[in-house]
Structure formats: C-alpha cells, structure tokens
C-alpha cells in the first residue's frame, strides 16, 4: 500500500487527497486541484517557481516556511496548511505584488508567484526587517527576464514599509496589513483538529526525511513505492561539552541554532553557502550523511569535529559508529537494512574553538561544491594537540584525511609543517575530472583551502606570502 489519505488545508479549504505517499505537492496543486499558480519548471529544487508556504504546528506555535512544492511528498502535508499563490490573492493586489510590480520586478511573471511566496515567509519569519536577510530568503527563486534589480527595490521599499519591529502577533500584523488575506487567523485551531495519521512501519519502506535529495534523484520511483517519512524532531543540545545534533534538525535550523553560532563565530555565513532557504527548511543533517555524496557539507563539516553517530534498529536498540568509519565506498554507508541515523554528537573543547569551513563551488551561493574541507585544532601554546583535517570532492566518499592528521599532531606551527600537511594530504586523495572541474583542479582547490584553513586559524604564527 503506497497511498495515503492526507487530510490539510489548501489555502482557505480542508482537503483529503486519497494519492500516492511518494506524489509531490506541485503535480497533486497544479494536476487535481487545477492552481495553476504554482508554476513547474526543474523540478529538481533548483528555481522556486513552485513554491509554497508549508504551515504547520511545531513545538506548539504554527510556523510557516516556504517550500518547494516540487520536492515535497504529498504524505509530509498530512495536518498542515498548504499555501499557494492563489491562497495568498486577495480582490487587490497585496502589498508585496503591488511592490514587485510598482518597481519593475515582473516581466512574463512566470516566477513571480515564487517570489511572493519566499517574500511572504520572510514576512512571517524574519525577527528584525534586514535588507540581506531578505535577499537571502529569495535567494532560492530564479527570474530570466525581469532581471534582479526591480525585484531587490521591490525588498527594499516593503522593508521601508513594514519595518517589522515589535511585532508580538506576526500572523495577526500582517493580516492587518493585508499581506495575508483574513482566513489566516482561523488556520491554527483548525489544524490542531485534524488528527494524527499513522502510516505503518514497513521493513522495505523508503525512509524519507526531507526529500531534497530523494526526489532530485528517484521521483518516479517514489512515487510508485512504500515510503518512510522520518518524523522530525528537531533538537541541538549541550550537555557535559557534548553536542548532540538529532538527524532530522534541518540545515536551516542548525543555520539559527544560537549555541551553533557561539560555539563557530562563522558558522551562520557558512550556512547560507548551502543550497538556498526553502531547500534548508526541508533538507536534514541525517539525509546529507546517509545520502553520502562525496561533497555532502554537512559530512564534511562534522568530519573535522571527530563526530559519532548514533544509530537506532527498526526495534529500537542503538549503536555508535565514528562518522569517518561511516562512510565505506561510493554512497555505500555502514547502515543496515531498516536502521536510521538518530543523532550525531561530538565534543566541544574549551572556547575560542580552531575551526574552519571552506567551500568553492561554481557559484558562491546555491551551488554544491567542487571542493569542500573543514579543519578543527586544538593547539598547546603553539604545538597542535590535536588536529581533524576533512575534504569533499577529492574521493569517492566524504574524506577524513586521517595520515595528514597524524602527522599534524604534535607539531610547532611553522610553515613547513602545513606544507608538509598539504603534501600528505595529496596522497590521500583520489579526485576524479567531472563537470565540476578536472582531477588536477581539485587537488589544486584542496591545497589551497587547507593553506587557507591555517592562514584564517592561525595568521599571526605563519607567513601567508610564503605560503601561497
Ligand atoms: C537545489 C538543491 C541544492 C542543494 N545544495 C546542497 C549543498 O549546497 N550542499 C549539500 O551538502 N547538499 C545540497 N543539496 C542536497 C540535499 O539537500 C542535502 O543532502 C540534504 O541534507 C538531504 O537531506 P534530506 O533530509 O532532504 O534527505 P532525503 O532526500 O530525505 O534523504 C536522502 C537519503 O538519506 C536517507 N535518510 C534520510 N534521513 C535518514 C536518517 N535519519 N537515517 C538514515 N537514512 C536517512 C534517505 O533514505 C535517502 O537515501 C541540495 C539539494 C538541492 C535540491
Ligand atoms: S520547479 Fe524549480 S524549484 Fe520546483
Ligand atoms: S519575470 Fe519572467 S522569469 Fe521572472
């Protein structure tokens, strides 16, 4: 049995769509219900031409987020509030198209309704009205013939316009303001009645958390098969400096976790390097680790911090593996049949904490990488005590760089020593040329990031000249 009964509201209305588990949002809004607003164009997550707002109650408060209606399985809609484009029209336009129109932001118009969208989410979400934020939010909608500038006036002047400052009731502030048509403030208490649904627990099930990468990757498959949706509960803790990271936390809230800010100064920068807004609200720390792509961040990133992963049998019992012994060969990982990621953990020493993250890719933002790498040290005045050097793109799998690990440790910090580092490390790869650059390229990127790692880490004990 792979259909599922999802009862939610669509827009002002109570549905149940009798379809299938693995069915995305975007054909069930635009093929049965005939909204045709939401438009399709890749389907790979890549656009926002598809997006939606995704309301839903969590830890007790409705919160909306935008999400990209063409990755989103019809069986994550169950109890929510589904919002298109024609759920946000009222007999005027709003504030917001009135804006995108007013200063040339709309050409044809086909991702417009993308963009009324993510702007309509930074609205319900923002704390504080942030040119950059804003334009982070609509990082993930592509337009082709407007061109970006009318629609960043368009942020612009509706940040002049609605400043968002003591804003107690958001929802109720922009109905008031018209952003939001007026059912908005009946959605709460109405969702709270539809009851829970159980889907049965199959051995061969897909296991799905956010599907970002699932249904890039199989759409036609999934929606023809038994599918596990993973419930999500999102939790960062720190108890005894040890940092507990539950799998199913997306990237965009690790992104505003404040104990992950304290603890990596740069850590939210870093976050926006991966994928765009609507894709962080989806995408999860335990698909990027079992998904196993060689240049999966958040692999890389928890591969510099020694991380341990916490892993839970169909019948509950647990069991610890290091997130370097994870990963075996290309997307093979040390996971049995029915077992899932539950946490991911890994020791905080003592404040300032050495890390660093460096990403390049072919686009600074929304891009995947072609060379990733994160290094963490833990220094004795100026002796390295312990050293977690990682790197993406340049194997088959997520790389712990173990030999240019061990022979970092115990060494005075001098120049030599990280260009040592850097040649052990080129013996631990093996990159291969693709579209993402040749093999000769990326064992340059890797050198590179790594002198970078050090020369951001550690710029008063080395000579940058010398080393670059
Ligand atoms: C437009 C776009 C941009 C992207 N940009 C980036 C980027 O910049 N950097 C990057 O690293 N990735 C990027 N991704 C890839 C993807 O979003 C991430 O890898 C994401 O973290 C996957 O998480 P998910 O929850 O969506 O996984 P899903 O698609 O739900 O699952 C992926 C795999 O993991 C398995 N799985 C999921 N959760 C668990 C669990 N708890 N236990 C065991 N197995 C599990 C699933 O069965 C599946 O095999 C991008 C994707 C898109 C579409
Ligand atoms: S159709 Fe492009 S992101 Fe969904
Ligand atoms: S207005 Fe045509 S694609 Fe944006």
New binding site residues.
């Given amino acids: 049995m792979n259909k599922i009964s999802a009862t939610f509201i669509l827009n002002h209305r109570q549905v149940t769509a009798k379809v299938a588990l693995g069915m995305v949002a975007l054909d069930y809004i635009r093929n049965l219900q005939k909204l045709t607003g939401s438009k399709q164009a890749c389907r ?3 656009c926002g031409a598809c997006s939606v707002l995704l309301g839903r109650h969590e830890k007790g408060k409705l919160i909306y987020h935008a999400v990209n209606s063409c ?1 989103l399985p019809m069986a994550a809609v169950h109890g929510c509030h589904l919002v298109t484009i024609e759920g946000l029209n009222t007999a005027e336009l709003n504030p917001i198209q009135q804006a995108v129109l007013d200063n040339g932001g709309v050409q044809c118009g086909f991702c417009s309704p993308g963009f009324v969208v993510a702007m309509t989410a930074y609205f319900l979400n923002a704390q504080t009205a942030n040119l950059d934020e804003f334009v982070d939010a609509v990082a993930g909608n592509l337009c082709r013939c407007s061109g970006y500038m009318g629609i960043k006036r368009a942020l612009r002047q509706l940040l002049q316009q609605y400043p968002l400052n003591n804003s107690e009731n958001r929802l109720q502030d922009l109905i008031e303001r018209q952003i939001l048509p007026d059912y908005f403030v009946a959605i709460a208490p109405r969702l709270a009645e539809i009851p829970i649904l159980k889907t049965p627990s199959n051995h061969d099930a ?11 990757q199989r759409p036609q498959l999934l929606a023809a098969s038994q599918l596990k949706l ?1 419930e999500s509960n999102q939790e960062i803790t720190l108890t005894q400096q040890q940092c507990r990271i539950t ?2 936390t997306t ?1 965009e809230t690790l992104k505003n976790s404040p104990l992950l800010q304290s603890l990596f100064p740069q850590f939210k920068k870093e976050m926006e390097m ?3 807004t609507p ?1 962080r609200q ?3 720390v ?3 680790l ?2 196993a ?1 060689p ?4 692999a890389i990133f928890f591969l510099a911090l020694a991380a341990q992963l916490e892993l839970r049998s169909l019948n509950g019992e647990t069991r610890s593996v290091r997130l370097q012994d994870f990963f075996q060969t290309y997307k093979q990982i040390d ?1 049995q049949a029915g077992e ?2 539950a946490a991911l953990s890994f020791s905080c020493p003592p404040q300032p904490i050495l890390f660093s993250f460096e990403k390049v890719s072919k686009r600074q933002y929304s ?2 990488a072609s060379v990733n790498s994160a290094l963490f040290l833990e220094l004795e005045q100026e002796t390295i005590k312990t050293a977690h050097l990682s790197a993406g793109g340049v194997a088959a799998i997520p790389l712990y760089l173990a030999k240019t690990c061990a022979y970092l440790q115990g060494k005075a910090i001098s120049n030599e020593v990280v260009k040592q580092a850097v040649n052990i490390a080129q013996t631990e790869i093996s990159p291969i040329s693709d579209q993402r650059g040749s093999a000769e390229y990326k064992r340059l990127l890797l050198r590179q990031l790594i002198i970078a790692h050090f020369l951001k880490l550690l710029p008063d004990l080395l000579n940058a000249e010398d080393l670059l």
């Fill in positions: 790979t997550g890549d990755l897909i296991m799905v958390a956010g599907g970002t990468d699932l249904f890039v993973l799998a199913s990237l991966i994928a765009t894709i989806r995408a999860t335990g698909g990027n079992a998904n792509s240049i999966a961040d958040m996971l899932q990621i891009d995947i």
